[in-house]
């Protein structure tokens, strides 16, 4: 049955509208829980981490996208992403892709970023976090971003300590970290 063009418009305006509903409300099911966690603590002030599903309809990947840092020292960083991994630790992600301004930097297996999520939760030390993230993480091409060091505590301990200053300096800055083996 041919409808009027005014009726066919009407009808896909009305589809259209639909649809962006869907995938705000999808959205909304990330951004609303780390917005809420990191809005609850006055520390957070300095910067703005927004969440969402990558392509904006991804179930498998969320993006912890940094769109602003303006007062923020590293452990802020830190701090807010573990706040994010805690309020989404009993969602399922393969991947969370840590991006600056859109712009992917580095990438964490969701089982990684579900698991910080626990540990947050229940009180881990914030310093063996911080100092062991780094490893964890990888570069978008998929090849790791940061080495496990090995040998003796105490050097292992300072070039962990290096390279998540180093993480922290590239994704407040958006651009990878340079400087031979650390990347």
């Not at 830190?78 to 805690?86: I, M, S, T, Y």
């Not at 881990?124 to 993480?137: D, F, H, S, V, W």
Request: cysteine-free; charged content about 20%.
């Amino acid at each position: 049955m041919p409808g009027t063009p005014a009726l066919k418009t009407k009808l896909l305006a009305l589809i259209g509208a639909a649809v962006v509903i869907v995938v705000l409300s999808f959205n909304a099911l990330v951004a609303a829980p780390v917005a809420s966690a990191i809005g609850q603590d006055d520390r957070n002030k300095g910067l703005t981490l927004v969440a969402y599903r990558a392509y904006a309809v991804s179930p498998s990947i969320l993006t912890l996208d940094l769109w602003s840092v303006e007062e923020a020292a590293p452990v802020d960083l830190f701090r807010v992403l573990f706040q994010a991994a805690e309020a989404l630790k009993d969602k399922r992600f393969d991947r969370v892709n840590l991006a600056r301004g859109g712009h992917t930097i580095f990438v964490l297996d969701g089982g990684a970023f579900q698991v910080l999520g626990q540990e947050h939760a229940l009180g881990q030390n914030p310093i063996y976090m911080i100092r062991t993230l780094p490893e964890k993480l990888r570069t978008p091409s998929g090849s790791p971003a940061f080495e496990t060091w090995t040998g003796g505590w105490l050097g292992v301990l300072g070039e962990q300590m290096e390279d998540s200053n180093a993480f922290a300096q590239a994704w407040a800055e958006g651009k990878a970290p340079s400087g031979g083996p650390r990347y």
